[in-house]
C-alpha cells in the first residue's frame, strides 16, 4: 500500500461546480498534512495547510481526520483557473527534520 | 524576492555519462530538499539539507548520486555515472529554518533529465 494515496482522476466538471478530492495516509505517525497545486509542466506550490480543526481560504476547504487517516480538500464555484493537478502532502517527523510524501496527484479538468 | 533557481532546465545525456544540477534556494533558506519526479510516478524525496549538513539522505536511490552543499548556499545533485532509469524531473525546493511542524516549501522549475 503506497504512504499516501489519491484517486487520480482526471475530474471533469463545468465552471461554477463543486469538487471534493481525498487522500489517505498510512502512516499514523504523520505530523503534517498540506495540499499543492502542480500546473502541467511547471513545480508544485502550496495551495493550503490543514489542520484537524478544519481550514478554508476562499473557495478552498481542507479538512483532516487524524483517526481515520484522510484528508480532504473541497472546491466550491470552480473556475476555469482551478484546473491542475492536486496534490496531498504527508510529513513524517525523522531525527530533526520533516520527510514529505507526496502522492500522485489528482487531475481536475473545468470546463466552460 | 527572488525564488529557487535550477539549471539546467533540461538536460540529456547518453547512458554512463555524467550530470550535474545544480539549485539556488531562496536567500536566507536553511532548508533545502533535492526531490524526483519519475514520468508516470509521485514525487519522490531524495535528501535535505540544513544549512551545509545534510540531515536526511534517506531517499538518494544510489550511491551514483552525490549532493553537496558547500557553504550552505546553493545546491548541486551529480549522477555519476547516469542509467536510464534515472531519467525524470528533479526538483529543488527551500524553506525557511524549521518552527514547530509547519513550513512552507518554495519549489525551484525542476531539472528534466532524460538519459538515452
Known amino acids: 500500500r503506497k504512504e499516501v494515496e489519491q484517486d487520480p482522476g482526471p475530474f471533469n466538471v463545468p465552471e461554477g461546480a463543486t469538487v471534493a478530492f481525498n487522500c489517505t495516509y498510512s502512516?499514523?505517525?504523520?505530523?503534517?498534512f498540506f495540499w499543492y497545486r502542480q500546473d502541467c509542466r511547471k513545480e508544485p506550490k502550496l495551495l493550503m495547510s490543514?489542520?484537524?480543526s478544519g481550514n478554508e481560504d476562499g473557495r478552498f476547504t481542507a479538512q483532516l481526520n487524524r483517526a481515520s487517516q484522510y484528508i480532504s480538500l473541497l472546491i466550491r464555484d470552480s473556475k476555469l483557473s482551478d484546473s491542475a493537478t492536486y496534490l496531498c502532502?504527508?510529513?513524517?517527523?525523522?531525527?530533526?527534520?520533516?520527510?514529505?510524501?507526496f502522492g500522485r496527484g489528482t487531475s481536475l479538468i473545468v470546463h466552460p | 524576492e527572488a525564488g529557487v533557481t535550477q539549471f539546467p532546465s533540461h538536460s540529456v545525456i547518453e547512458k554512463g555519462q555524467t550530470v550535474t544540477l545544480r539549485c539556488d534556494p531562496i536567500?536566507?533558506?536553511?532548508?533545502l530538499y533535492w526531490y524526483r519526479r519519475v514520468m508516470g510516478k509521485e514525487i519522490k524525496f531524495l535528501l535535505h539539507?540544513?544549512?551545509?549538513?545534510?540531515?536526511?539522505e534517506s531517499g538518494m536511490p544510489n550511491n551514483r548520486f552525490l549532493a553537496e552543499r558547500t557553504g550552505g548556499t546553493y545546491s548541486t545533485l551529480k549522477v555519476q555515472p547516469a542509467e536510464l532509469e534515472d531519467s525524470g524531473v528533479y526538483f529543488c525546493?527551500?524553506?525557511?529554518?524549521?518552527?514547530?511542524?509547519?513550513?512552507?516549501?518554495?519549489f525551484g522549475p525542476g531539472t528534466r533529465l532524460t538519459v538515452l
Open positions: 525546493a527551500s524553506s525557511r529554518r524549521l518552527a514547530g511542524s509547519f513550513y512552507e516549501q518554495f
Open positions: 502512516n499514523s505517525a504523520s505530523q503534517s
Open positions: 490543514v489542520y484537524s
Open positions: 502532502v504527508v510529513n513524517r517527523g525523522s531525527g530533526g527534520s520533516y520527510i514529505p510524501t
Open positions: 536567500s536566507g533558506h536553511d532548508n
Open positions: 539539507f540544513v544549512k551545509e549538513s545534510k540531515q536526511d
